[in-house]
């Protein structure tokens, strides 16, 4: 029997009769792997899953705590989604460009986890804004984001790069690493604890495939080599999946993602941007546009040094694709409801006649 406990599982919640709980370990098309107190079984969603679920972030992911109706001679079957304490989303555009987007979905990515672990390498690809961008997320998220600059082997001077991060995001832990030759590792093991959950965030090819391995203590994922042309990876990990560390710590590795759309940010603006958000409080007026209007607390900051303009674009431009995100989402929603409404009256119409 297995300790679901160990699994970062706790019993809050009743369990039906006839139920299990388990937690989904890997996903594959429509079939999930979900580790239960009988071990490993293999499972999919039950048929009125799909009828009841109203949106994508009601399906179940990597992570997620789940009843089913265990079946030991076929697939399991999965009955109810539980409550999620944290929540990675990106905002699924579905292939098309932010100015020509036919569709804004949410999809998560992981769910239940500890720590955000948003990993780039130290080399010409490094990118403070992207970085920037995925820790509005993982505040959002409600996890604790910390970011891991990989490759530190192989960069000249790692120091500035790290302070730069610093600057950028003070309150969160930047830790410079290699997983080639152990440096900085040792840092990492406070993060590493029994029934703690790290989901890895990052592009292809930052070294999330090589560091899970140095971790599990053994070659669990492929490493391939990124191009020397432009320092950016190709794929390795081509879905998400939950591992067990030795340590009793569990790492939920995801594929690369270049980019990262903003899906509702509202909390993770104002945490990762707390001392912007605190300058607005201070304006003469509510409303105030930061431009040209009397006793504007941004202005004057701007002015006298203590908030760079560099941050402040920034946080200028996650605000605008967060509004245009919402926005289009919004209209989707009501689009799909108004939808919906005329499918139930056409029903009730003809059962009239």
């Given at each position: 029997m297995i300790n679901l406990e160990q699994y970062g599982y706790i019993p809050t919640i009743p369990v039906p009769e006839g139920l299990i709980p388990g937690r989904i370990t890997d996903?594959?098309?429509?079939?999930?792997?979900?580790?239960t107190a009988q071990?490993?079984?293999?499972?999919?969603?039950?048929?009125?899953?799909?009828?009841?679920?109203?949106?994508?972030e009601d399906f179940p992911c990597i992570g997620d705590f789940v009843h089913i109706l265990y079946n030991d001679s076929g697939p399991s079957l999965i009955s109810a989604l539980l409550p999620r304490?944290?929540?990675?989303?990106?905002?699924?555009?579905?292939?098309?460009?932010?100015?020509?987007?036919?569709?804004?979905?949410?999809?998560?990515v992981a769910a239940n986890f500890d720590y955000v672990f948003i990993m780039t390498s130290l080399n010409y690809d490094f990118?403070?804004?992207?970085?920037?961008?995925?820790?509005?997320?993982?505040?959002?998220?409600?996890?604790?984001?910390?970011?891991?600059?990989?490759?530190?082997?192989?960069?000249?001077?790692?120091?500035?790069?790290?302070?730069?991060?610093?600057?950028?995001?003070?309150?969160?832990?930047?830790?410079?690493?290699?997983?080639?030759?152990?440096?900085?590792?040792?840092?990492?093991s406070k993060?590493?604890?029994?029934?703690?959950?790290?989901?890895f965030l990052g592009m292809s090819g930052v070294g999330k495939s090589s560091l899970l391995n140095v971790l599990m203590e053994q070659e669990v994922m492929t490493v391939k080599a990124i191009r020397d042309d432009d320092s950016r990876g190709r794929h390795t990990t081509t879905h998400r999946q939950l591992f067990m560390l030795p340590s009793g710590a569990m790492v939920i590795d995801t594929p690369g993602m270049r980019?990262?759309?903003?899906?509702?940010?509202d909390y993770g603006l104002s945490a990762g941007f707390a001392d912007i958000e605190?300058?607005?409080?201070?304006?003469?007026?509510?409303?105030?546009?930061?431009?040209?209007?009397?006793?504007?607390?941004?202005?004057?900051?701007?002015?006298?040094?203590?908030l760079s303009y560099e941050h402040w674009e920034r946080y200028q431009a996650m605000k605008r694709e967060s509004k245009f995100v919402d926005d289009k989402s919004?209209?989707?929603?009501?689009k799909r409801d108004f939808g919906k409404s005329i499918a139930v009256w056409n029903k009730q119409r003809k059962k009239k006649a």
């Open positions: 996903h594959h098309g429509s079939h999930y792997t979900i580790i071990g490993e079984v293999s499972a999919v969603l039950k048929g009125t899953y799909y009828h009841n679920a109203e949106l994508r304490k944290t929540m990675f989303s990106r905002a699924d555009f579905s292939g098309h460009a932010i100015g020509y987007v036919k569709t804004v979905l949410e999809q998560v990118n403070i804004s992207r970085i920037i961008r995925y820790i509005t997320q993982a505040h959002q998220s409600r996890g604790q984001p910390v970011v891991i600059l990989t490759k530190a082997d192989l960069a000249d001077d790692y120091g500035s790069l790290v302070r730069s991060v610093e600057k950028a995001a003070p309150d969160v832990p930047v830790h410079a690493v290699s997983a080639h030759t152990g440096y900085g590792l040792d840092a990492l993060y590493f604890q029994p029934g703690k959950t790290i989901v980019e990262l759309g903003l899906f509702d940010v605190e300058l607005t409080t201070q304006c003469r007026f509510s409303d105030c546009r930061h431009q040209t209007e009397p006793k504007c607390a941004i202005r004057a900051a701007l002015n006298d040094g203590s919004g209209y989707l929603r009501e």
